[in-house]
Structures are given as C-alpha cells and as structure tokens.
C-alpha cells in the first residue's frame, strides 16, 4: 500500500529553521513526484514545493521562494522541506502528496495521495 508520513513540525521562532520529512513506503520514490502543500485555519490547502520526477526539476510558490528548499533522498525514499526564514504566516499543517504521472501541479486535487500532516507553528 502506497503511504506518506511527515514529521518534524513544531513550535518555531519566527526567523527561525525548520526541516520536515515525508517518508514514503510501498513504491519507490523516485518515479514520482512528490510535492509539500500547507493548509492554516480558515485558508484554502496552498501548494508550497514540489520535486518533478520527469525532469528532475523543483518549483516553488512565490510566498516561500528563497526561504524553502526541496529535497529528496531516494536510498531512505524520503522527501524533505528546509525552511528557513520563518514568518507566522507560514504557520499551517504540512503535509506531502504524491502524484502519479511524474508531473507538478498546484492544485491539490492533482495528487492521489496525501500524508497525514505535521503542524507547524511560528511564534514568539
């Protein structure tokens, strides 16, 4: 069975770093790509960043260019988000989805299957 298990969330400082990771088991990681999308009270789910297996390339929203980075290690069919410089607005609950046909889109009804989120909170 195809899953997604993130973890790293937490209570940061605002300018402060944070890394999440999105363990992924039952394919192999690499065929697919794989994006992180953040969903806060009252807000729409928002993509934030996604690896494109078909060209091996990333996007980022405009509101986190700069400050997040993703990644993948394919030994440990892990995916992972940096963050750094963190504002309260990017509080939300994180969560990483993976979407078959290798491409990256932003909508969140392109990708089949969705993590259970990690919350992340920036504040003093």
């Known amino acids: 069975q195809v899953q997604l298990a993130e973890s790293g969330g937490g209570l940061v400082q605002p300018g402060g770093s944070r890394t999440l990771s999105c363990l992924a088991s039952g394919f192999p990681l690499g065929r697919y790509s794989v994006a992180w999308f953040r969903q806060a009270p009252g807000k729409e789910r928002e993509g934030v960043s996604c690896s494109r297996s078909m060209d091996s390339s990333t996007h980022y929203a405009d509101s986190v260019k700069g400050r997040f980075t993703i990644s993948r290690d394919n030994a440990k069919n892990t995916v992972y988000l940096q963050m750094k410089t963190l504002k309260p607005e990017d509080t939300a609950i994180y969560y990483c989805?993976?979407?078959?046909?290798?491409?990256?889109?932003?909508?969140?009804?392109?990708?089949?299957?969705w993590g259970q989120g990690t919350p992340v909170t920036v504040s003093s």
């Open positions: 989805a993976l979407e078959l046909l290798g491409r990256c889109g932003w909508a969140f009804t392109d990708y089949e299957y």
